[in-house]
């Protein structure tokens, strides 16, 4: 191929034809106060559609004055064609565990903070939600991080941190990837991040972004007493070791966001990309670009 020709090396997946959505999964925000009335119009306008609206028994007990009105959703096993999420960021991350290693599509109402992986505002609720059961959303597939841990697997969809445990006091910490030693370097930690979750602690490290739908990690030191360490994104097939080496207090592992465990002096974590996947539903005006800039942009 001429280096001037501008076709691109692959093709974009094809589109899939809208299909629309018959059994919806909702999940709210932790903080039932915040999603009540939402719910309620969810309800109701599912009501005069043939969607049927199903609910895992927490969100049931959650909403007690809505639970006589939906289905129970007796999870994994019962089949489902979207999951409508009304809360922020961590909200959706908790619904696109529960949908991992299935093609089930997570889409997002904010009701959060940010709300980056949203695809609607509170206020368009009523006004996109038409789209949405009609399956009128784009798709995309986002990558996990596997974590092995004190003989543990655990799952990132964002991020996992290996940081000091000790308020004030810097973590000494060596990595390698694939085997080769990288060297030990004094700094306030580690974050290992997925493309979802390279605009989070990652971004904010100064590591670069990743465009979802990208099948790579990215390891940035957090404050690093070096000049020559900067971020490293990596391929699907590699493999880092982070080895505590702070002589006196331990160092923690952070998995999206929850404190999983510790390292003492010598234990270590070992990170590779992983094989279960997620799937986020983007309204087609949403792509990630647009809600880059109007998120980050401001």
């Known amino acids: 191929m001429s280096t001037t020709d501008p076709t691109p090396h692959t093709s974009p ?17 932790g903080d039932p106060n915040r999603t009540g009335g939402a719910l309620g119009r969810v309800v109701a306008h599912t009501a005069r559609s043939a969607t049927t ?8 007990t959650k ?16 089949p489902c064609d979207l999951c409508l999420v009304l809360g922020g960021d961590g909200t959706m991350l908790r619904a696109l565990h529960r949908f991992l290693t299935t093609d089930v599509p997570v889409i997002g109402v904010n009701f959060g903070r940010v709300g980056f992986l949203t695809s609607i505002s509170a206020a368009e609720l009523d006004e996109r939600l038409d789209d949405v059961l009609a399956g009128a959303f784009d798709r995309v597939v986002i990558p996990t991080i596997d974590v092995q841990h004190h003989g543990r697997c655990l799952v990132a969809i964002n991020d996992v941190l290996v940081t000091t445990a ?17 060297g030990e370097r004094g700094c306030d930690g580690v974050v290992i ?3 979802v979750g390279s605009t989070g ?23 690093p007493h070096a000049l020559d360490l900067r971020p490293l994104v990596l391929s699907r097939g590699h493999q880092i070791r982070v080895v505590s080496r702070s002589t006196g207090f331990a160092s923690r592992v952070v998995v999206d966001g929850h404190v ?30 647009s809600r880059y800039r109007a998120t980050f942009a401001r």
């Open 63 to 78: 909403h007690p004055t809505i639970a006589a009105s939906v289905t129970a959703w007796s999870e994994p096993s019962d």
């Open 193 to 195: 991040a997925t493309p």
């Open 166 to 182: 000790t308020q004030g006091r810097m973590a000494v910490l060596e990595w390698a990837v694939n085997g080769i030693d990288m």
């Open 13 to 29: 997946a094809p589109r899939l034809a809208d299909q629309p959505v018959r059994r919806l999964v909702v999940i709210t925000h």
């Open 201 to 223: 602690y990652n971004l904010s490290a100064g590591g670069p972004v990743m465009g979802w739908g990208v099948d790579a990690m990215v390891a940035t030191f957090i404050a």
């Open 53 to 60: 609206i199903l609910m895992p028994a927490d969100e049931l």
């Open 260 to 289: 999983t465990g510790s390292l003492e002096e010598g234990a270590g974590v070992t990170v590779r990309l992983g094989e279960a996947t997620g799937t986020l539903g983007l309204l087609r005006d949403r792509p990630f670009l």
